[in-house]
């Protein structure tokens, strides 16, 4: 257990629709990291926030935003979903703003029909 | 663009056999060269990483070497148990080093029959 959770664990939506996954960070933890995981594309990283801030941005759609809260959870948030959004999405933490040392939670799966 | 290539897509090693997982990276400065494991149903998890400064970095059954000049690093195993059974990933800090930005391999399927 890497002390990162996510919720959902499953989510399943229509195409179209809106929908927030959710990360709370390892105690202590100022960073937050956002990443997709599907098939053909592996594991990419979307976007990272450190203490509330937007600190670095990867391959990450328009459609897609995310913030962090003063409590440092973070959020995800996808929007107008297309099939091709079908993927496993983690979140991991660190207590640095440079990359290191990341711990993943376990991850949500997103199922859009 | 930058890329991380991986080799190989997957390993089968016999209990108490080595097992060797290359990556090469593109792009020059990167910096920092983290290694995951994923178990079915879970996230990623740090096994072990290395820095540019580092040509060779152990912690108990598991070492890492760089070579920076040929852009490549290494995952071994020694030792291999059927709990390292896993997909491993590689990956390399990207955009010109940016640690924060991990540059990810395509992972291998490492099976290690009892």
């Known amino acids: 257990d890497s002390g990162v959770t996510q919720t959902p664990k499953h989510l399943i939506t229509a195409t179209g629709q809106r929908v927030t996954l959710r990360c709370s960070p390892r105690?202590?933890?100022?960073?937050v990291y956002w990443y997709q995981q599907s098939l053909d594309q592996g594991l990419q990283f979307l976007i990272q926030?450190?203490?509330?801030?937007?600190?670095a941005k990867g391959n990450i759609l328009e459609r897609f935003s995310a913030q962090q809260f003063p409590d440092l959870h973070s959020e995800l948030n996808l929007s107008s979903l297309e099939l091709g959004d079908s993927a496993l999405y983690f979140c991991?933490?660190?207590?640095?703003?440079?990359?290191?040392?990341?711990?993943f939670g376990p991850g949500t799966r997103l199922t859009v029909l | 663009g930058e890329n991380v290539e991986q080799h190989p897509s997957t390993l089968s090693v016999q209990e108490g056999d080595s097992a060797v997982i290359k990556c090469t990276y593109s792009?020059?400065?990167?910096?920092?060269f983290p290694w995951y494991k994923q178990e079915l149903g879970k996230g990623p998890q740090l096994i072990i990483d290395i820095r540019s400064n580092v040509g060779e970095k152990k912690d108990q059954r598991i070492a890492v070497t760089l070579n920076k000049t040929a852009k490549h690093f290494s995952l071994h195993i020694t030792e291999t148990q059927p709990e390292d059974s896993a997909v491993y990933f590689c990956?390399?800090?990207?955009?010109?080093?940016?640690?924060?930005?991990?540059?990810f391999g395509t992972g291998t399927l490492l099976a290690v029959q009892p």
């Open positions: 926030y450190y203490n509330g801030e937007e600190r």
């Open positions: 105690s202590g933890d100022l960073s």
């Open positions: 792009d020059s400065a990167s910096n920092y």
């Open positions: 990956a390399a800090s990207g955009d010109g080093g940016a640690t924060n930005k991990l540059i």
């Open positions: 991991a933490s660190s207590p640095y703003d440079r990359g290191d040392e990341q711990f």
